[in-house]
């Protein structure tokens, strides 16, 4: 007779032969079909700009921001005209419609530099103006892990009770190394604490990574999806570094192209594959890379949409014959 406890462990640790129904026919869980299913429908995001600064513009932790970041090259040209939240929404749900005619939820994206960078009263008051839009159902709520003290936390376990919130957490890098070289101001341990204290209150949260900085290896982006893989994210968005006019990378690129190596497409694409393998099924992949207007964007051209992404990632998981999770022990 068999052990049937070891067998049992042993089956869990053994990889399955194909991708888990619940990916619906793809080898990644996609966010966007997460939310078809549990939503009833597409829920849109608008993007608004409330004034926030981030304490590494401001001079608290430095003056010149990340390495990567100009935030310009995140943000739609209406918000750099428009002050008013409701208008900005106006804008942003206008155009949605126009684009995405089947969209009926709106949430509003606080989506410029660090949005919990603010006294819970300003907070509490910004958030009320997005709030009080007809079109809106909800926040997400983009910010630095050292920008979520527990009151803040508290405050958005509260607005969940009766609103949809998304947190947004820029983590970028799992590596200290690679956090230091792009001159973040926190380590990853600060990141994994604000990730837990935020779940604890049952907050829905996403994981915002940047693929390809410098000091990132193949390595060291397996090992960063091993300790995605112990946190209790819910969502993750993948990006590729690319070198945007006005920053500190741009400067560096400038004077010397070579000292900053960049992801051609496959090797971005392999990289992607690479983490997801690693990740648990239940983690929903919510974006798999971004679109710089090419007035902003100094390099890589890769003269691709970001709308070819999910088939170039399919394609190259099924080249592999791999898929999410199908090296996670949960499978
Ligand atoms: S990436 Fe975010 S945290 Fe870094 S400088 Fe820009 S706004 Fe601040």
């Known amino acids: 007779m068999g052990d049937t406890h070891t067998m049992g462990s042993l089956l ?3 990889p399955h032969d194909t991708p888990p129904d619940l990916y619906q026919g793809r080898r990644y869980h996609a966010y966007n079909d997460w939310v078809k299913r549990t939503h009833g429908g597409r829920l849109q995001k608008v993007s608004i700009d409330a004034g926030f600064t981030c304490p590494n513009r401001d001079g608290t932790l430095g003056i010149g921001g990340c390495s990567f970041c100009n935030n310009e090259g995140f943000t739609p040209s209406y ?61 997400v709520i983009g910010t630095r892990p050292d920008c979520l003290p527990d009151d803040v936390l508290d405050y958005l376990a ?20 690679v956090l230091t070289e792009c001159l973040r101001g926190h380590d990853f341990a600060c990141t994994e604490d604000a990730i837990k204290r935020a779940a604890t209150r049952g907050l829905f949260i996403t994981g915002h990574l940047l693929l390809g900085l410098p000091k990132e290896t193949p390595e060291s982006l397996i090992e960063g999806a091993h300790k995605l893989a112990q946190l209790p994210v819910d969502a993750l968005k993948f990006h590729q570094l690319q070198i945007v006019r006005s920053t500190r990378l741009a400067n560096q690129w400038k004077a010397d192209p070579y000292s900053i190596p960049l992801l051609a497409p496959a090797e971005y694409i392999n990289a992607v594959a690479d983490m997801l393998e690693h990740l648990p ?27 070819v992404f999910p088939a170039l990632l399919e394609a190259r998981l099924a080249e592999r ?3 999410q999770g199908k090296c996670h022990p949960s499978r």
């Open 12 to 14: 869990s640790i053994m």
């Open 79 to 139: 918000l750099q005209e428009q002050r008013l939240v409701s208008d900005q929404i106006d804008t942003g749900v206008n155009f949605m419609r126009r684009r995405y005619p089947e969209s009926t939820r709106f949430l509003a994206y606080f989506q410029s530099y660090s949005n919990t960078y603010a006294s819970r009263e300003v907070l509490a008051e910004r958030y009320a103006q997005a709030l009080a839009h007809p079109a809106i159902s909800g926040l």
């Open 158 to 177: 509260e607005l969940a009770k009766t609103h949809l919130i998304e947190l947004e957490i820029g983590i970028e890098s799992c590596s200290d190394a």
């Open 281 to 307: 099924p239940t983690v929903r992949i919510q974006r798999l890379g971004s679109e710089v207007p090419p007035k902003l964007r100094l390099s890589p051209d890769w003269g691709m949409r970001l709308s």
């Open 321 to 323: 014959n791999t898929w």
